[in-house]
């Protein structure tokens, strides 16, 4: 298991995850379609903790990295492309990808510095990085703060505001920022586009 990233969740209850996408389907759905939008015609993408793939949208990420063996086995297991790695120490060459995207992954990061500096490190000059975040100060990420300790996913999460976030692709070298939410639901995810 990772000592830098926080998987023990994921490992214990994966089947438990793909479950709450079947639950919450118009939710998924709605944020999917964001994820789309926001990629358009891009190609060539790398998708850093991919999870089980839900957000790995085909043919434009071409690969992931997930430290959680548990949901690499559903990610493979729907065809995609996807190795163990953590985002704190990139397994590829600088320059690499048109673009990179983290959804929902950055809360269970331990050194968000370092890994925004790596996801910088490996997309192409002129690319972008996709963050699909819960707002801390957001109804959510209110929501989420006060119950993560009974949470089994959340536990262990460190949620950021918009501007924590800004702060941190800044420092990493990140220079301009789009943002986007879920207008069809009371509680959205906020999506950042962030250029390099």
């Keep these: 298991m990772s000592k830098t990233a926080n998987i023990?969740?994921?490992?214990?209850?994966?089947?438990?995850?793909?479950?709450?996408?079947?639950?919450?389907?118009?939710?998924?759905?709605?944020?999917?379609?964001?994820?789309?939008?926001?990629?358009?015609?891009?190609q060539n993408g790398l998708e850093i903790g991919m999870g089980s793939g839900r957000f790995a949208i085909k043919p434009n990420i071409v690969i992931g990295i997930e430290p959680s063996?548990?949901?690499?086995?559903?990610?493979?297991?729907?065809?995609?492309?996807?190795?163990?790695?953590?985002?704190?120490?990139?397994?590829?060459?600088?320059?690499t990808f048109d673009f990179a995207m983290m959804i929902t992954s950055i809360c269970f990061i331990k050194n968000p510095k370092k890994s925004l500096k790596e996801a910088f490190r490996v997309i192409k000059d002129?690319?972008?990085?996709?963050?699909?975040?819960?707002?801390?100060?957001?109804?959510?990420?209110?929501?989420?703060?006060?119950?993560?300790?009974?949470?089994?996913?959340?536990a262990n999460a460190k949620f950021y505001s918009l501007?924590?976030?800004?702060?941190?692709?800044?420092?990493?070298?990140?220079?301009?920022f789009k943002k986007y939410e879920n207008i069809d639901s009371e509680n959205p995810m906020t999506f950042l586009k962030i250029y390099k």
């Design 8 to 42: 023990e969740s994921f490992q214990k209850y994966s089947k438990e995850y793909e479950e709450w996408f079947e639950k919450n389907d118009l939710l998924y759905q709605n944020e999917l379609k964001i994820v789309k939008d926001i990629i358009g015609d891009t």
């Design 69 to 95: 063996s548990e949901m690499r086995k559903i990610a493979l297991s729907k065809g995609l492309n996807v190795m163990n790695g953590i985002a704190e120490d990139l397994p590829f060459k600088s320059q």
């Design 126 to 154: 002129g690319g972008f990085l996709i963050i699909g975040f819960i707002d801390k100060k957001s109804e959510l990420g209110k929501q989420y703060e006060e119950s993560k300790k009974k949470s089994k996913f959340y």
């Design 163 to 176: 501007d924590e976030l800004i702060s941190l692709c800044k420092i990493a070298g990140f220079n301009d």
